[in-house]
Nanobody, 126 residues
Framework: QVQLVESGGGLVQAGGSLRLSCAAS????????MGWFRQASGKEREFVAA????????YYADSVKGRFTISRDNAKDTVYLQMNSLKPEDTAVYYC???????????????????WGQGTQVTVSS
């Protein structure tokens, strides 16, 4: 079992920045691909970014490419999402997720992730 706790959400004006953190515990964090997803009110959960267990590969949704950066610190069992140039359409609850198994390639589907945090709200005002 992997436990995940997100932090860093809040209210920010359009054009601003936030950094989300996700602290993991329970199993060897460094063996798991990690992802960030988001869910806006009334919409389905969608992929935002993911990073391989080694940190060597990262994928991004087209909507955030060039503005968001995912990174991880395996020594601290933490994954980050740096969000710059935020837009009102980035408003959502952001979830951290860990892959369903160890040492897998990066995936973008919610079905590939078995462990989820409780979510952190990000609100971008115009």
């Amino acid at each position: 079992q992997v436990q995940l706790v997100e932090s860093g959400g809040g209210l920010v004006q359009a054009g601003g920045s936030l950094r989300l953190s996700c602290a993991a515990s329970g199993r060897t964090f460094s063996r798991y691909t990690m992802g960030w997803f988001r869910q806006a009110s009334g919409k389905e959960r969608e992929f935002v970014a993911a990073i391989s267990w080694s940190g060597g590969t990262a994928y991004y949704a087209d909507s955030v490419k060039g503005r968001f950066t995912i990174s991880r610190d395996n020594a601290k069992d933490t994954v980050y999402l740096q969000m710059n140039s935020l837009k009102p359409e980035d408003t959502a609850v952001y979830y951290c997720a860990a892959d369903r198994d160890t040492y897998r390639a990066v995936g973008t589907s919610t079905h590939e992730y078995a462990y989820w945090g409780q979510g952190t709200q990000v609100t971008v005002s115009s």
